[in-house]
């Protein structure tokens, strides 16, 4: 079953006019998206930069909180807890303590084992064979191969089904990619709090989105040097679970965390400790991998994948949809939503950078013209749409992206959705045809 986040009512009492007043300054002139956005300020009492961002283009944000709600919430194979430690894998390869640190919080949240959290190490094997296809998928796509498939299928103790597999590798790429927005929005940097709704999360409501702010903390000092995960409340219900993890580790004659960790600390450590525990950099290992230019590739066997061979509406979307029930459609709906996002500019140009991003990640149409790419994009525009695509860490990013000036905030936006949408795609096509080969062979 699918829910859509329009379609969720509750009565919202006195905290109506606030929610109504804020989600306005988002975008009056946006109607559709209000009630997504009530929803996202009712549940946690603010708004966030990402969600105000995407409530630019209301269609799409209703598309991008369907299919996020599903892979993290819905009926799959996997449970609740693996997918969140699956997504704070997903961005610790960018760096992006901010979806690190939201999904670290609902990891907590749906009862996940805080001790997980000292780093991917402490994390069970199972979940750890997943780093290899993390990193090639997040950076170099083109090496997945249906080998990777087979090593994670092989049958044994520690074994993953292929529905497993399949939800695995969609979550990956949809934070991947989302990681990508987040830079090209400076969501992560942004300092200026948000108006506080008091009360809190009304009865019965499902919280839906990791990026729309429905898990965020509005501290009450923010800075881009820290992030607290949650309120005090969850700092002290963390610091009793992990206090018994501890005991239970004790007995059985274990290293025992530290006891100085999260024990008998004030008010002022609490927030440091917590971003120790999901520091991005103790869920990445080889931290030298990263993006390399495909082009420059001079080994043979890095063939130019070629959509007529292998397409997302041919092939990717009947597989992922038949291995996991209904998520072909979600994004198949969120592909053809960005397509048809309004812009002042001319289709081609939407095209162009569709088309650029697929093929710094080597795959190519045969029926386009990629000198229109040249034509059509300026060299400064270029140069932001590679960083936001290929090095959505501020930390490693070596292009420095342009701020893009000369287009006006709705399109940048705009541009950052295309980013976001043709990578997901691209990281897709790879993992999808990797797994046909395996069930081929």
């Known amino acids: 079953m699918i829910i859509c986040a329009k379609k969720m009512e509750y009565h919202l009492g006195n905290q109506c006019q606030l929610v109504q007043n804020q989600v306005m300054k988002v975008n009056s002139e946006k109607e559709r998206a209000s009630p ?9 009492g ?35 807890h ?10 610790a390869r960018h760096h992006c303590s901010y979806l690190v640190s939201l999904h670290s919080a609902q990891f907590l949240r749906v009862g996940g084992d805080p001790l997980w959290l000292q780093g991917l190490e402490a994390a069970p094997p199972r979940l ?9 998928l997040a950076h170099q796509p083109w090496l997945t191969a249906h080998s990777h498939i087979q090593a994670l299928l092989k049958p044994g103790e520690q074994c993953w089904s292929l529905a497993e597999l399949v939800q695995a590798v969609v979550l990956l790429a949809h934070c991947h990619s989302l990681c990508s927005f987040i830079f090209g929005s400076a969501a992560e940097t942004d300092t200026a709090p948000s108006q506080r709704v008091p009360h809190g999360t009304p009865p019965g409501y499902c919280l839906c989105d990791a990026a729309n702010g429905n898990t965020a903390l509005p501290p009450t000092e923010r800075t881009p040097r820290r992030r607290s995960l949650d309120s005090s409340c969850e700092l002290a219900c963390l610091r009793e679970r992990i206090q018994k993890s501890q005991e239970e580790k004790e007995r059985k004659g274990d290293t025992v965390l530290q006891s100085h960790t999260l024990l008998h600390i004030d008010a002022e450590e609490e927030e440091e400790e917590m971003m120790f525990l999901t520091d991005p950099s103790r869920f990445v290992t080889d931290p030298d991998f990263g993006y390399q230019e495909f082009a420059r ?3 043979d066997h890095f063939q130019v994948f070629r959509v007529q061979d292998y397409s997302w509406e041919d092939h990717g979307f009947s597989l992922v949809n038949r291995l996991y029930s209904d998520i072909g459609h979600l994004l198949d709906d969120r592909f053809r939503s960005v397509a048809s996002l309004p812009s002042p500019h001319d289709p081609d140009l939407k095209r162009a950078i569709w088309n650029y991003i697929h093929c710094i990640y080597g795959i190519r149409y045969d029926d386009y013209d990629y000198g229109e790419v040249n034509h059509l994009l300026e060299r400064g525009l270029k140069l932001y749409i590679k960083a936001v695509a290929c090095y959505p860490d501020s930390t490693k990013n070596p292009l420095c992206p342009h701020p893009l000036s000369p287009l006006k905030a709705s399109e ?8 976001m949408e043709a990578r997901l795609q691209a990281e897709l096509l790879y993992a999808l045809r990797a797994i046909t080969q395996y069930m081929i062979a």
């Not at 105000?52 to 909180?65: G, I, K, N, T």
């Open 46 to 80: 603010r708004l966030d930069t990402v969600s105000q961002q995407m409530a630019s283009h209301p269609q799409y944000l209703e598309s991008f909180l369907r299919t996020q709600h599903y892979i993290l919430y819905m009926d799959g194979p996997l449970p609740h």
């Open 82 to 91: 693996y997918r969140h430690y699956i997504a704070i894998m997903a961005a």
């Open 297 to 299: 590739q001079e080994e």
């Open 36 to 44: 997504l956005c009530m929803k996202a300020l009712a549940s946690r």
């Open 128 to 136: 750890q064979q997943l780093d290899h296809i993390n990193k090639v």
């Open 412 to 419: 940048k936006v705009h541009v950052n959705l295309l980013v």
